[in-house]
Structure formats: structure tokens, C-alpha cells
């Protein structure tokens, strides 16, 4: 399994970003996909999941209302879309696969992952 991620880049605060992920070597259907962002000197934090099969979604309290995650199976792209960004939203954002269709909220949960993308955001 690969997952490439991109859509990152500095952007002034209230702005958006469209993160993209695009997964190969799986059979994704089953798959719950996550984002999860590290910034400096913290450790990775769960961000969104969502399960391919069906669509249910999960997000952090932190982003809910701001920030979206979709899939598109047919292309085996996962999304991102991040409104109202906010300085502490400043992170690398990365994408990942859990092939067992449990919804974790922890990075131990994922067994692939993708090598980030760096969402700056400017106060």
C-alpha cells in the first residue's frame, strides 16, 4: 500500500486548503482512511477518519465544523478540506490506511502512511 499526500502550503488565517491523498496497492474498500497532523515538538494527533465502505465520518472535537474528509473509492483519492484555518492548525498532515475497518483515533491504529504535507498558516 501507498499513500501520497499534497495540497499543503502557507495560507493567511480564515483561509482554505484542500488536502488530497492518493492511495494504490489496496483493496481500499474496506479500509477506515485517517488524517493526523504533527506539529513541532508535539506529537501526532488525530485529525479526521472516515470508513470507504459506507462513508461515516469522525472528526477531532477540535476541527469539527471546520474541517471536512471525503473519499472517492472509484479513484482511490482521500480529502481534506480545511475552512477557517487557524494559526494553531499549522502542522505536516498526513494521511493513513487502517485495512482492519476499525475506526481508531490513535496512530498505532494505521498501518500505512503517507509522508505529509506541510500546511503553514500565517496570523
Known amino acids: 500500500v501507498q499513500l501520497q499526500a499534497s495540497g499543503g502550503g502557507l495560507v493567511q488565517a480564515g483561509g482554505s486548503l484542500r488536502l488530497s491523498c492518493a492511495a494504490s496497492?489496496?483493496?481500499?474498500?474496506?479500509?477506515?482512511m485517517g488524517w493526523f497532523r504533527q506539529a513541532p515538538g508535539k506529537e501526532r494527533e488525530f485529525v479526521a477518519a472516515?470508513?470507504?465502505?459506507?462513508?461515516?465520518?469522525y472528526y477531532a472535537d477540535s476541527v469539527k465544523g471546520r474541517f471536512t474528509i471525503s473519499g472517492d473509492s472509484a479513484k482511490n483519492m482521500l480529502y481534506l478540506q480545511i475552512d477557517s484555518l487557524k494559526p494553531e492548525d499549522t502542522a505536516v498532515y498526513y494521511c493513513?490506511?487502517?485495512?482492519?475497518?476499525?475506526?481508531?483515533?490513535?496512530?498505532?491504529?494505521?498501518?500505512?502512511w503517507g509522508q505529509g504535507t506541510q500546511v503553514t498558516v500565517s496570523s
Open positions: 493513513a490506511a487502517n485495512p482492519r475497518a476499525l475506526l481508531s483515533r490513535f496512530p498505532s491504529g494505521y498501518d500505512y
Open positions: 496497492g489496496g483493496a481500499f474498500s474496506t479500509y477506515v
Open positions: 472516515i470508513r470507504w465502505s459506507g462513508g461515516s465520518t
